[in-house]
């Protein structure tokens, strides 16, 4: 793939502690596109750090507002959805740069992982998104999307009601408008920040796969548009 083709979209919301790290770990030829929820001083970090190459959104949005309005403001091919608490694999963009989606593809998903707490969990998550991605169940992480332009189109969309589970949702309508979501573990992303595990792993597994079950299956599907389920009250973004 061409990375010329691509385009690194990240939301952010009070991340001057994660942002300057997370800077240093994208190729700077690479354009970034950055929407900035937050008070605190991450796009000032931004200018200083990235001068170039670089679209800094100010904007009071949820996530999937957010990532939205990053696809509408960019022009390439391709979307690399990550987060501002992440750090891409040292060889994850020659990885890229080296493989050729065909055409029927329209969302890949990367793994997610860990370098120090919570392998374990991260290592199990990602194996289920290969076993999803399989059994053309997708399932998503928002820290590692790449994502069609024309796909997501044709998707219509992230959906504004969800702040919770958008990524996965959105692999399921790419996946019904047509076109192939793929699972690629080569394409590693590293979690630096573990705050919503800290409240507890099965806490965390529980509530997103109730929450993708009813979205799955439709009973109960309202609530989950409806609320978040008590996700934000504690460890948000700005915590």
């Known amino acids: 793939m061409d990375l010329k083709n691509v385009t690194i979209i990240v939301p952010v919301k009070n991340e001057e502690r994660n942002i300057v790290t997370f800077l240093q770990s994208i190729p700077r030829q690479i354009p970034l596109i950055v929407i900035d929820s937050g008070e605190d001083r991450t796009a000032t970090l931004i200018r200083i750090t ?3 190459n670089t679209e800094i959104i100010t904007e009071k949005c949820n996530i999937p507002q957010a990532r939205q309005l990053g696809a509408e403001q960019a022009h390439s091919r391709w979307l690399l959805y990550t987060d501002a608490d992440i ?20 969302a890949v998903m990367g793994a997610k992982l860990s370098r120090d707490k919570y392998r374990w969990y991260y290592r199990l998550y990602s194996f289920s998104m290969g076993v999803g991605a ?26 504004p009601r ?26 590693k992303v590293y979690e630096t920040d573990h ?24 009973w109960g599907k309202s609530r989950v548009f409806e609320d978040d389920g008590g996700y934000w009250e504690k460890g948000g973004e700005d915590e």
């Open 195 to 218: 705050r919503r595990l800290r409240q507890g792993v099965f806490k965390k597994y529980r509530h997103s796969m109730g929450r993708l079950f009813r979205l799955y299956t439709g």
């Open 134 to 159: 399989l059994l053309r169940i997708p399932l998503g992480s928002g820290s590692n999307m790449l994502i069609r332009k024309q796909a997501l189109e044709d998707a219509g969309g992230f959906d």
């Open 87 to 106: 750090r891409f694999a040292e060889d994850y963009f020659e990885r890229l740069q080296n493989w050729l989606p065909d055409s029927a593809t329209g």
């Open 50 to 52: 990235r001068p170039h």
């Open 162 to 187: 969800l702040t919770v589970n958008e990524d996965t949702y959105i692999f399921w309508q790419i996946q019904k408008a047509g076109w192939r979501v793929r699972y690629k573990g080569s394409l």
